[in-house]
């Protein structure tokens, strides 16, 4: 007995059977329903919940630039509060919920306002290491001394001199122990004024300097 041909049709030379997944997709993109995809429903959805979480990373100034509604702005101020694993898993969800209903301009601005964090992040950390670099080479060579001039002719020639003498005066003799422990020696109060004058020419903040804290306590 032969088989009962299947119904359906044909799309670009492909069969394609009825009521099957691939002729349920293509008769919604017909109908351009919403649901076309469900893929593309859960991708998004997921993608709009990742970027709830990463708004509670967001500085407050950025935060507030955003525009997001008052109801939204709670729920992310007490998932913040919430410590207890679940119940910071069940309000994010709420968090996603609350996304999904944004403006699609709203969003956009919350992700411009987290890529101006991460790039603002990027340029400190290159700001803090070309600082860092500029410092150990004025110490360690006397010839650096002109091209940082030649580049940034504002600075007080006296003042930069004298933190470099005082600089190289203060450092600590290699302790093999110590080096040998992974213990790093105390630098003297000059170094790290050094560093910050170095920051101040290059544009960077004049202090509070991360990678110079970490050296106080010995003055």
């Given amino acids: 007995m032969s088989r009962k041909p299947k119904k359906g049709y044909f799309v670009k030379g492909h069969f394609v059977a009825e009521g099957s997944e691939l002729d349920l997709q293509l008769k919604a993109e017909l109908k351009g329903t919403p649901d076309a995809s469900r893929t593309d429903l859960k991708r998004e959805s997921d993608a709009l919940q990742d970027l709830g ?16 509604p008052d109801k939204l702005v709670d729920a992310l101020a007490e998932a913040k509060r919430i410590t207890n694993f679940e119940g910071k898993r069940r309000q994010m969800q709420y968090v996603g919920k609350l996304m999904r209903k944004l403006e699609p301009s709203v969003v956009e601005a919350a992700r411009q306002a987290l890529e101006e964090q991460h790039k603002g992040s990027a340029d400190d950390k290159l700001a803090l290491h070309l600082a860092e670099h500029w410092r150990d080479r004025l110490i360690a060579d006397d010839e650096a001394l002109a091209p940082w001039m030649a580049e940034h002719p504002d600075t007080d020639t006296q003042q930069l001199r004298a933190l470099i003498r005082q600089a190289r005066k203060d450092a600590p003799p290699a302790d093999k122990a110590a080096v040998s422990q992974g213990l790093a020696p105390r630098k003297g109060r000059a170094y790290r004024e050094l560093f910050q004058l170095v920051r101040e020419h290059l544009g960077g903040a004049p202090a509070g300097d991360e990678e110079e804290e970490e050296d106080d306590g010995d003055d």
């Fill in 53 to 68: 979480k990463e708004l509670l990373t967001l500085r407050t100034d950025l935060f507030d630039k955003v525009g997001l």
